[in-house]
Every structure is written in C-alpha cells, then in structure tokens.
C-alpha cells in the first residue's frame, strides 16, 4: 500500500525553525520529484516546493531563502527544512508524489499527484 507520512510540524515562535520530514513507501522513489503543499485556514492549497530526481530544488518565491528541500533516496525521504518562519506560514503541511514516469516539469500541478501524505500541523505563534 502506498504511504506518505509527514512529521516534524508543531508550534514555533515566529522567526524560528522546524524540519519537516515525509517517508514514502513508493516504489522507484528516485526518479520521482517529490514536493512539498501547504494549505492554511480558509484559504486553498498552494505548492511551496519541489525536488525532481536529479535533486534539482525549487521554491515559490515567498519561502525562498527561507526553506530548504532536500531528499535521502536510500531512506525514501523527503525533507522541508524551515527557517525564519513567520505567521503567515502557519498551515497544514502536505508531501506529494508525483508518478515515476513523468518528465515534465509542472511541479505546482496537483493533479500530476496521485499521492499525498495525511499532513503535518505547523503554526507560528507568539
């Protein structure tokens, strides 16, 4: 059964940090780009970040310089590291998928996902 599991969200004082961590149990994990969506309350889910197979990295504008993803293929891991976190960062946090096979390079698509993780809570808060 294909799982993504997102952990490591929790409640942060603004300006500070926390690294989110997502374990697929996917096969051909490397050669998939693996991303990173938030939605926060009221409001639609966005993409934040990608990472293809050939750990090329990109971010939406808001979080770069901010975040950092990064990937471990012999563990089947995807990390978000997050730094300088303000308020409106606050939201649930969700890992992506996308298929193997596919070479494009749309990466804020959601429907070029087929998988997702339950998502992990993160709030900044004073």
């Known amino acids: 059964q294909v799982k993504l599991v997102e952990s490591g969200g929790g409640l942060v004082q603004p300006g500070g940090s926390l690294r989110l961590s997502c374990v697929a149990s996917l096969r051909s994990f490397s050669a998939r780009t693996m991303s990173w969506f938030r939605q926060a309350p009221g409001k639609e889910r966005e993409w934040i970040s990608s990472i293809n197979y050939n750990s090329r990295t990109y971010y939406r504008d808001s979080v770069k310089g901010r975040f950092t993803i990064s990937r471990h293929n012999a563990e089947n891991t995807t990390f978000l590291q997050m730094n300088n976190l303000y308020f409106a960062d606050t939201a649930t946090y969700y890992c992506?998928?996308?298929?193997?096979?596919?070479?494009?390079?749309?990466?804020?698509?959601?429907?070029?996902?087929?998988?997702w993780g339950q998502g992990t809570q993160v709030t900044v808060s004073a």
């Open positions: 992506a998928a996308q298929r193997a096979d596919y070479l494009g390079s749309d990466y804020g698509a959601e429907r070029l996902y087929p998988y």
